[in-house]
């Protein structure tokens, strides 16, 4: 579906859910470049109502079907997630509708809350930039630990978050996580990969017991953060979370996947002060051998995530270029874990 | 020099040569001119992905066979580590497939192998896949 009728069928689903309201128009309307499950849309909205006239911002985001995640995705649980989180001190965007029908917009749909700052893109020059010197100042490495601290400290189970699953004790979050990628694999791909295969048997058999179980976001880095004002306004990418162990979020801050050439861990924050402010705010120990494993864990991750996105590119169910992209990612990635592990 | 059909002669331009062309046009010209970010990070990433193609274009047949290579010399070797029941899934299954197989039969065997066996088989089944990784990272090493 074309962008200006994505647009005119947005404005009249909102009409719908408005319906005392008059002049309804959309503006600075614009398709995201980030997201690869979903398709985003920012756009301001104005109306008329009670004789005022009103502004807001919304995001939306569309399920388009070939998702990266697969079925492993969900809208609906992103909307129960945020309508969770709202009663919480967690920093997400406020949900106000899910809608499962797909003959609207082509697909299922939620539609948040703008929230004011921007998302800069860590893996380029600029977004770099804004995050060294963001570093410099102080202020946002502070707050970027707080909000995972925050996160992590959250009464999950009085939240209501349990619905997300809870892992049983000892080694069971891990197994979970492994099985759960390793199906999107199979899914994913018609050929089994041999290295793959060696990396995905080695952390099965090396598994860690999870000391406590919280609520994990499973990809907390910056690029997921909208940053306003040298602050973290909002987390974003609400689509891994899992109750779990919070070493997980922890080994992936610590993670060399998320600061290409540079000391700042996610290109933002000194690793000793995230270790101490850590530790500080959670009355957490960080155990560094079990986020290693994790790290291992993320790398398969980020290899099965190139697996599907190619396989989607192969099997013609998307021409987004940066799904083809990833099928020469995949060596890299492989090749850290692989090293990772020995070999 | 070709001559086509109405009589012009031309220059045919070698296919790595033409694909340069095209990623310098992409990323020099294209992508700058485009404001929006969806289609300004789809020509960037058509510019990424012809450049590893570039590259695959001279390298493909030596990497397949290097890896064919690889793995035949790997099953004719495991059995001697005695593990040679591992590797009898042979004929018509893919190489690749062959393998993955072999990797998850030895950890689901290691107690019974017992740990000796079971990591010299593994030292060597790992050194295969080294090789195998070091020819995809030969074509998709990046330049970016």
């Known amino acids: 579906m074309a962008a200006s009728a994505i647009e005119d069928r947005i404005r009249e689903d909102l009409q719908r859910r408005l319906p005392g309201v008059r002049d309804l128009a959309l503006e600075n309307f614009v398709q995201t470049a980030g997201g690869w ?29 070939v998702g990266l995640l697969r079925e492993l995705s969900s809208l609906e649980e992103q909307f129960r997630v945020l309508k969770a989180l709202e009663s919480t001190p967690a920093l997400a965007p406020k949900a106000y509708w899910y809608e499962p029908d797909a003959a609207i917009l082509g697909g299922p749909f939620l539609i948040m809350e703008k929230i004011e700052g921007d998302v800069p893109n860590p893996w380029s020059k600029a977004g770099k930039q804004v995050y060294a010197e963001a570093a410099a100042r102080g202020t946002l490495p ?17 939240a209501g978050l349990d619905f997300l699953g809870v892992p049983g ?34 952390l099965k058999a090396n598994a860690p017991e999870a000391q406590r179980l919280a609520f994990v976001h499973g990809a ?3 690029g997921n953060l909208i940053i306003h004002e040298d602050r973290v306004a909002a987390i974003l990418d609400w689509e891994l979370q899992v109750i779990g162990d919070p070493m997980y979020d922890v080994a992936y801050v610590l993670s060399d996947l998320n600061r290409e050439g540079t000391p700042l861990l996610s290109y933002v924050v000194d690793r000793g002060f995230f270790v101490a402010e850590y530790e500080r705010l959670t009355s957490l120990e960080i155990d560094f051998e079990v986020c290693r494993y994790y790290d291992v864990l993320y790398m398969m991750r980020t290899a099965v995530f190139w697996i599907s996105a190619s396989g989607l590119f192969a099997e013609g169910r998307s021409k987004d270029l940066r799904l083809a992209r990833t099928t020469y990612a995949l060596p890299s990635v492989l090749d850290m874990a692989a090293k990772a592990i020995g070999f | 020099m070709r001559e086509n059909v109405i009589g012009l002669r ?20 294209i992508a700058p001119a485009i404001s929006a970010p969806y289609p300004k990070t789809q020509a960037y990433m058509a510019a990424v992905i012809l450049e590893t193609l570039a590259r695959a274009i001279e390298e493909r047949s030596d990497v397949a066979e290097a890896k064919r290579r690889s793995i035949e010399r790997l099953f004719a070797e495991l059995g001697a580590l ?10 018509s299954v893919a190489d690749d497939e062959r393998l993955a197989k072999l990797v998850e039969s030895l950890y689901a065997d290691r107690e019974r192998l017992g740990e000796a066996r079971f990591a010299a088989a593994n030292r060597r089944v790992r050194q295969t896949l080294r090789d195998l990784l070091d020819a995809d990272l030969k074509i998709a090493a990046s330049k970016e």
């Open chain 1, 169 to 202: 004790p000892g080694r069971d979050f891990a197994r979970r996580e492994i099985a759960k990628w390793e199906r999107l694999a199979r899914e994913s791909s018609a050929e089994p990969q041999p290295v793959l295969a060696e990396i995905l048997a080695w």
């Open chain 2, 82 to 91: 005695g593990v040679g029941a591992m590797t009898e899934a042979r004929g």
């Open chain 1, 142 to 158: 502070r707050s970027f630990v707080e909000a995972l601290a925050t996160l992590h400290n959250l009464d999950w189970r009085a």
């Open chain 2, 10 to 29: 031309f220059r045919v331009i070698p296919a790595r040569r033409m694909l340069e062309e095209v990623i310098a046009s992409l990323r020099g010209v």
């Open chain 1, 220 to 222: 907390y880095r910056t």
């Open chain 1, 37 to 65: 499950s979903h398709e985003t849309y920012i756009f301001d909205a104005s109306w008329k109502e009670d004789g005022r006239g009103v502004r807001r911002g919304f995001c939306l985001r569309k399920d388009p079907g």
